[in-house]
């Protein structure tokens, strides 16, 4: 998940450009960072929520890919495009009716952590919460939750209510629902959205992975197929002005009037985050000339709620070198690629065109092969707001990570993806949406071969939740008997004591557990 980017003030400084247009002055500009799941232990609870009000079987099975709308059963793909609110520095959002009777708040959709929140006590930075006490259908589980991230972070308790999504699926679904009674830094001034929707895997649900995920309650109760797609239509407009973009967030399937061309499909590579594997970047079509692990280190993911596009350093430093070196702009301020400040051009001029095409190749089905997604200026150089009436600013549309590759919300504004969890692989199209000025900002091409790329590009060792939490309690439980067997041992008397020769020695090693977070 991401957090909202806004301007703090005027910066006295000038931005010398050379070519076509010249950048004024710079404003200084908060960074965003993408959240992270953290939180409690796992605790040994399972909560599965029962079934919801509609029983109706939608034609086909839970695992099969649903391709067309079916207006008279569960599933009507129309009826869910433009359901979506928003924009790339604030999020995209849904409308979504809860408990009874219903309550209509607006939620925050991404792809990068797994619980469904709400606010559930008034909060200044947000227009409306969810009271439980006012729904007949609210059952608490008593069970505690919090969720950290790498800004913000927000404790509630554990519950189930019915839900129903106007603009989404037919009928009413029982689903685990955290309600939000403390936060930090999590409900920012100016963001439209009252909770989150976690879509990803149940790897990262808090506090253990036996909670049932929302998406998962809709294929069990709904049996709806095991897929999702998105499309965030903000190519080119301001990402925190104060009108809001559309979007679409299908249920169960792929709406054909969301994309044009083909799907061209990645594996995912863990079923924690959607974890895909990276080959290669390139800047103008230059090639970076790195190793592809270090794409992929420690994880490459689509995350909805990530504004920017992050990348670890050493690539990040590479990209703003390819970009400085490829683009016209050769003498330009080292606070714009880092974030902290702001480029403005007379509103009449264009700076896009000084800027280079962006293209990321992704391992294709056939591990022989890859594709690339590229975008080019009008994506990643992203206008923010107006000064008077002659200036437009702009932010620096990527950022680096320390511990992963993450295709935020800045590139998906040029695709419709495809989250098909059921064959386990990720798509992309290119959108009609992601047009500026009538002209496509957003390109797929392939196949290529991977023949100078290397087999596997992702590490093999991959310790993450919940099989950290398993292998740590695994280990402590060792050191206990351990600890249990010496402690018998210095009580036995020294004539039953075993002399040790110099052929017994004895090796300890221990490990380190660490959380990942994005």
């Not at 970047?281 to 992929?296: A, F, I, K, S, T």
Request: aromatic share 10%; glycine share 10%.
């Amino acid at each position: 998940m991401g957090t909202p980017l806004a301007a703090a003030g005027l910066l006295l400084l000038l931005a010398g450009t050379t070519g076509l247009c010249r950048a004024f002055f710079s404003l200084p500009l908060r960074v965003s960072h993408p959240a992270a799941p953290g939180g409690s232990p796992p605790a040994p609870v399972v909560v599965r929520p029962g079934s919801g009000s509609r029983q109706q079987d939608p034609p086909g099975g839970a695992d099969g890919l649903a391709l067309a709308s079916d207006p008279e059963g569960t599933l009507n793909f129309l009826a869910m495009v433009e359901n979506l609110q928003g924009d790339s520095g604030r999020g995209y959002y849904l409308e979504m009716l809860i408990g009874t009777p219903p309550q209509a708040l607006n939620i925050l959709v991404d792809t990068g952590s797994s619980n469904f929140a709400v606010a559930g006590v008034p909060d200044p930075d947000v227009t409306s919460y969810f009271n439980t006490e006012l729904s007949s259908t609210y059952k608490s589980q008593g069970i505690d939750v919090t969720v950290k991230y790498s800004q913000g972070s927000w404790t509630g308790v554990l519950g189930t209510d019915v839900i129903t999504i106007p603009k989404g699926i037919y009928g009413s679904y029982t689903i685990n629902i955290a309600t939000i009674l403390e936060s930090e830094n999590f409900f920012l001034p100016g963001v439209k959205w009252h909770g989150i929707l976690g879509l990803a895997y149940d790897a990262l649900a808090k506090p253990s992975s036996s909670v049932e995920t929302f998406f998962d309650s809709l294929v069990r109760q709904a049996k709806i197929p095991n897929i999702f797609s998105l499309q965030m239509c903000g190519a080119g407009l301001p990402v925190s002005g104060s009108g809001t973009n559309g979007g679409s967030l299908v249920l169960g399937g792929i709406e054909p009037s969301l994309y044009k061309g083909d799907i061209w499909y990645t594996p995912i590579k863990e079923e924690w985050y959607y974890q895909v594997e990276i080959l290669k970047l390139e800047v103008g079509g230059q090639n970076l000339e790195l190793d592809c692990r270090e794409y992929n280190a420690d994880k490459a993911i689509v995350d909805s709620g990530t504004t920017l596009l992050r990348l670890p350093q050493k690539v990040f430093s590479a990209v703003v070198q390819a970009i400085a070196r490829t683009s016209l702009i050769q003498e330009f301020s080292s606070g714009f690629w880092t974030g902290s400040q702001l480029a403005c051009w007379d509103k009449t001029e264009r700076p896009w065109s000084l800027f280079p095409k962006l293209s990321i190749y992704l391992r294709d089905e056939n591990s022989s092969r890859s594709f690339r997604i590229s975008v080019l200026p009008q994506l990643y150089i992203q206008p923010i707001l107006g000064i008077g009436e002659n200036l437009q600013c702009y932010r620096f549309g990527i950022s680096s990570s320390t511990n992963a590759l993450v295709i935020g919300a800045t590139v998906m504004e040029g695709f419709y993806v495809i989250f098909d969890r059921a064959q386990k692989r990720v798509g992309f199209a290119v959108s009609p949406c992601a047009e500026v000025d009538g002209s496509p900002v957003s390109e797929i091409e392939g196949p290529f071969t991977t023949a100078d790329v290397a087999s596997n590009c992702v590490s093999s060792v991959s310790f993450h939740e919940p099989v950290l939490w398993i292998a740590s309690y695994a280990l402590m439980s060792l050191c206990g008997i351990i600890l249990l067997v010496l402690i018998i041992l210095l009580l036995i008397p020294p004539r039953c004591q075993h002399r040790y020769t110099d052929n017994d020695v004895v090796n300890d090693e221990s490990s380190l557990v660490r959380h990942r977070w994005k």
